[in-house]
Nanobody, 124 residues
Framework: QVQLVESGGGSVQAGGSLTLSCAAS????????MGWFRQAPGKEREGVAT???????KYADSVKGRFTISKDNAKSTLYLQMNSLKPEDTAMYYC??????????????????WGQGTQVTVSS
């Protein structure tokens, strides 16, 4: 059974930073393709960043240069460092994993395991 547990969400002012964490088994972190997604009220879930087995990364245009996805295999944890946060970054953030190589990486349908989400709120 694949379990993904997010943490690190909270409320910050625009321009601030947050780091999200996603805990999983060491096998999942090191072997699966993993991603961060977000969903704001009334909007579709969108891909934010993805990282492959060998740490190749891909980002949504809206977060390039501000967000960094990384993983620590020894700590069995996936991270999302978020800097220069904007009010439009406000959303529920989800960690996701798949054991199939995704074609896109930022499409939610490519992932078959999901965490429960952590809320990020950015005030202006």
């Amino acid at each position: 059974q694949v379990q993904l547990v997010e943490s690190g969400g909270g409320s910050v002012q625009a321009g601030g930073s947050l780091t999200l964490s996603c805990a999983a088994s060491s096998y999942i972190i090191s072997s699966y393709y993993m991603g961060w997604f977000r969903q704001a009220p009334g909007k579709e879930r969108e891909g934010v960043a993805t990282i492959g087995q060998y740490a190749g990364t891909k980002y949504a245009d809206s977060v390039k240069g501000r967000f960094t996805i990384s993983k620590d295999n020894a700590k069995s944890t996936l991270y999302l460092q978020m800097n220069s946060l904007k009010p439009e970054d406000t959303a529920m953030y989800y960690c996701a994993a798949t054991n199939f190589r995704p074609r896109n990486g930022l499409a939610s349908y490519e992932y078959n395991y999901w965490g429960q989400g952590t809320q990020v709120t950015v005030s202006s």
